[in-house]
T-cell receptor, first 110, second 115 residues
Framework: DAKTTQPNSMESNEEEPVHLPCNHS???????IHWYRQLPSQGPEYVIH???SNVNNRMASLAIAEDRKSSTLILHRATLRDAAVYYC???????????FGTGTRLKVLA | GAGVSQSPSNKVTEKGKDVELRCDPI?????LYWYRQRLGQGLEFLIY????????KSGLPSDRFSAERTGESVSTLTIQRTQQEDSAVYLC?????????????FGPGTRLTVL
């Protein structure tokens, strides 16, 4: 199964951009890259996903490397409410199974 | 509209007892997933339903774990003869079709504590 690797934790100042990296060097050609985040005592919530091209939505941007072996979630202006564990996940082709990595705990400093 | 709901929110049980955890997916969603999250860890896939069939049971940790789903509705995860290592938050998610580009919507989870 293709796996993801993320830093355990990161810190950011409020209202500054945050770049959360994810390595997925064994990704298959049809695996989707999803990002979810989990606030304390809640279930994960969807942030963004993509396949090959960079993606933007109201929450964040997703930059996917040309070889697809890595991606970066970009929060344009971090707020205190963005403090959460961010998971980079591969949608494993042919199995309908999400493979969750360890996640990055983002701390936002006021 | 209503999101994914799970019940109970908390369950404390004694070792060796059976427990049933319930998930109500978003109406109309054909795909349903169960995950387990141990304290301080990421999510571990348990089982996936498409309608009421389970094409992928590969994540169930032992034969003490089973799950069923009624049509495209409620799902129940049953753990028999619970062990202390079963203590975790059990999360349910649903998606509209189950294809990998779909968004999964998660419930708040059931926190299971086995004494």
């Amino acid at each position: 199964d293709a796996k993801t690797t993320q830093p355990n934790s990161m810190e950011s100042n409020e209202e500054e951009p945050v770049h959360l990296p994810c390595n997925h060097s064994t990704i298959s050609g049809t695996d989707y890259i999803h990002w979810y985040r989990q606030l304390p005592s809640q279930g994960p919530e969807y942030v963004i996903h993509g396949l090959t091209s960079n993606v933007n939505n109201r929450m964040a941007s997703l930059a996917i490397a040309e070889d697809r072996k890595s991606s970066t979630l970009i929060l344009h202006r971090a707020t205190l409410r963005d403090a959460a564990v961010y998971y980079c996940i591969l949608g494993a082709s042919g199995t309908y199974k999400y493979i969750f990595g360890t996640g990055t705990r983002l701390k936002v400093l006021a | 509209g209503a999101g994914v709901s799970q019940s109970p929110s908390n369950k404390v049980t004694e070792k060796g007892k059976d427990v049933e955890l319930r998930c109500d997916p978003i109406s109309g969603h054909t795909a349903l997933y169960w995950y387990r999250q141990r304290l301080g860890q990421g999510l571990e896939f348990l089982i996936y339903f498409q309608g009421n069939s389970a094409p992928d049971k590969s994540g169930l940790p032992s034969d003490r774990f089973s799950a069923e789903r009624t049509g495209e509705s409620v799902s129940t995860l049953t753990i028999q003869r619970t062990q202390q290592e079963d203590s975790a938050v059990y999360l349910c998610a649903s998606s509209s079709t189950g294809v990998l580009s779909d968004t999964q919507y998660f419930g708040p989870g059931t926190r299971l504590t086995v004494l």
